[in-house]
C-alpha cells in the first residue's frame, strides 16, 4: 500500500548501522526523515549519505531525527561508510537500516518494481513528532536528491504547523508567507494584527510570524 500525507507512518523494528531500532522509540516526539537511497558502495549513494551528514545541524537545529535505508546488509553499509567519508569528508552520523528481508521497504513502499524490481528508489518521508507523514518525494536512482530543498520544506512544514500560514513556490527562512486561504479576513484581523498585503483577495501576504532562521552550511 502506498503512503500518503496525513496518514500515520508505520513503526517498525529494524537492524541499522547504530543497532536495533524501534522507529517510534528511536524518534520519540522528534520530527524524522526516513530515506531510502537504492545501493551501498554506487556513485550517487555516496554523494547523497555525504551530504546528509554535512547537514547534521541544520536537522538538529530543527529537531530532525534522520535514519537511511536499503536492501544491503549491515557488514556492507558499515564498509562502505568508510568511503562515504573517504569521498566526502563527511562521517555518516545516521543510522542507516539494512533491510535484506526488505521489511521496512515494503512497509513503505520503497521498492517500485517497473523502476527496478529488488532495488529501493530514493524515497524521503518526512514524519511529524505526532508520528504523521507530512511530506513524500521520490527520485530515481539516476537523480540524486537536493537534501537543502528537503530542509526548506521542513522549515515550511514546521512554521505551517504553528501558524495559519502557507508559504509561496520558493519560499525560504524569513520570507514573507501568506495568510492561510481556511482563514477568513475576520479572522485575519485578529491573527495578523499589523495588516497583510492583499495581492488578490484569496493571496494576502504577510511577514512571516516567528524568528528567522541562519543560513544552511555548505
Ligand atoms: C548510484 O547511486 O549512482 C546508483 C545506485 C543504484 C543504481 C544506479 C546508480
Request: glycine share 6%; hydrophobic share 35%.
Amino acid at each position: 500500500m502506498p503512503i500518503r500525507l496525513g496518514d500515520t507512518a508505520p513503526n517498525f523494528t529494524a537492524d541499522t548501522t547504530e543497532g536495533k531500532v524501534d522507529f517510534y522509540k528511536w524518534k520519540g516526539d522528534s520530527w524524522a526523515v526516513l530515506f531510502s537511497h537504492p545501493k551501498d558502495f554506487t556513485p550517487v549513494c555516496t554523494t547523497e549519505l555525504g551530504r546528509v551528514a554535512s547537514l547534521k545541524r541544520e536537522f538538529v537545529k530543527r529537531s530532525v531525527k534522520v535514519m537511511g535505508l536499503s536492501v544491503d546488509p549491515l557488514e556492507s553499509h558499515k564498509g562502505w561508510m568508510k568511503d562515504i567519508q573517504d569521498v566526502t569528508g563527511h562521517a555518516v552520523n545516521f543510522p542507516m537500516i539494512a533491510d535484506a528481508d526488505r521489511k521496512v521497504s515494503d512497509l513503505y513502499d520503497m521498492i517500485h518494481p517497473n523502476a527496478n524490481d529488488t532495488l529501493t528508489v530514493r524515497s524521503v518521508f518526512v514524519v511529524s513528532p505526532d508520528n504523521k507523514v507530512k511530506l513524500t518525494l521520490t527520485y530515481p536512482a539516476s537523480t540524486g536528491r537536493n537534501f537543502e530543498e528537503i530542509l526548506r520544506a521542513i522549515d515550511s512544514l514546521q512554521l505551517t504547523a504553528n501558524y495559519s500560514v502557507a508559504t509561496p513556490s520558493d519560499w525560504k527562512q524569513g520570507e514573507d508567507v501568506i495568510i492561510a486561504s481556511s482563514v477568513t479576513d475576520e479572522d485575519a484581523k485578529k491573527k495578523f494584527p499589523d495588516g497583510w498585503n492583499a495581492r488578490k483577495p484569496y493571496l494576502r501576504v504577510v511577514p512571516q510570524p516567528g524568528k528567522e532562521r541562519s543560513a544552511i552550511a555548505r
